[in-house]
């Protein structure tokens, strides 16, 4: 019975101080969050003048670019409900149009849909691990045309995970440059195993259209 109780107290103290422990994760919520730093770092590059996509429609998990990102049922003027995506939609657009969700304000919006990149081409396009990881898990066709198409039309501009942003360098991209497998290899070093617990610390990417000659 000793051996077991000492045996139970390794475990539980490996546990706690690992990097995916309740000291670790406690670490994390001490510093700024992702979003909150994606957020300002956009607001000083971008302005209101620019123009930032979303891949699918904002929600917890997306930087606080407008005030009503955990929105989730609006009542507009006329009486009419919003619910959902189409509430967080149509305030965001209400607030700032040059924040593009691509798609009606109500009714079916794709995912990850290139058109945004095709017909609406934003200054700067941002998404989370929430957004990327299980689209690319299970190896859905249109996260694939929409990155191929994103890393020949934009640059990463920064990786905000932790205190500080990230960038990408050339060594972690490869010799192929920036792909769908590096940005793999960059969420999943840099969010909790645990899915859920990406709520506290979500990793977000921006990316920055390339100039045009």
């Given at each position: 019975?000793?051996?077991?109780?000492?045996?139970v107290?390794l475990?539980?103290?490996?546990?706690?101080?690992?990097g995916q422990?309740?000291f670790?994760?406690?670490?994390?919520?001490?510093?700024?969050?992702?979003?909150?730093?994606?957020?300002?770092?956009?607001?000083?590059v971008?302005?209101?003048?620019?123009?930032?996509?979303f891949?699918?429609?904002?929600?917890?998990?997306?930087?606080?670019?407008?005030?009503?990102?955990?929105?989730?049922?609006?009542?507009?003027?006329?009486?009419t409900?919003?619910?959902?995506g189409?509430?967080?939609?149509?305030?965001?657009?209400?607030?700032?149009?040059?924040?593009?969700?691509?798609?009606?304000?109500?009714?079916?919006?794709r995912?990850?849909d290139?058109?945004?990149?095709?017909?609406?081409?934003?200054?700067?396009?941002?998404?989370?691990?929430?957004?990327?990881?299980?689209?690319?898990?299970?190896?859905?066709?249109e996260?694939?045309?929409f990155?191929?198409?994103?890393?020949?039309?934009?640059?990463?501009?920064?990786?905000?995970?932790?205190?500080?942003?990230?960038?990408?360098?050339?060594?972690?991209?490869g010799?192929?440059?920036?792909?769908?497998?590096?940005?793999?290899?960059t969420?999943?070093?840099?969010?909790?195993?645990?899915?859920d617990?990406?709520y506290?610390?979500?990793?977000?990417?921006?990316?920055?259209?390339k100039p045009?000659?």
């Amino acid at each position: 019975k000793r051996s077991l109780v000492g045996v139970v107290i390794l475990v539980v103290g490996f546990s706690a101080r690992g990097g995916q422990g309740a000291f670790g994760l406690t670490h994390l919520m001490r510093g700024e969050d992702p979003r909150d730093q994606a957020a300002t770092w956009l607001a000083k590059v971008a302005g209101e003048e620019k123009s930032i996509g979303f891949v699918t429609d904002p929600w917890f998990y997306s930087p606080p670019l407008f005030p009503d990102t955990g929105l989730f049922r609006l009542r507009l003027d006329d009486g009419t409900l919003l619910f959902g995506g189409d509430s967080r939609v149509y305030a965001m657009r209400r607030f700032n149009p040059n924040l593009i969700r691509y798609g009606p304000a109500e009714g079916l919006r794709r995912e990850w849909d290139q058109r945004l990149l095709r017909e609406m081409a934003p200054d700067y396009v941002v998404f989370s691990s929430f957004e990327f990881i299980d689209h690319d898990r299970v190896n859905d066709a249109e996260i694939e045309r929409f990155i191929e198409r994103l890393v020949s039309e934009y640059d990463l501009a920064a990786v905000f995970w932790g205190r500080v942003p990230v960038l990408l360098d050339q060594e972690s991209m490869g010799d192929d440059g920036l792909t769908r497998r590096a940005l793999r290899q960059t969420f999943s070093t840099r969010y909790p195993l645990l899915h859920d617990l990406m709520y506290i610390q979500p990793t977000i990417c921006v990316f920055q259209r390339k100039p045009t000659n």
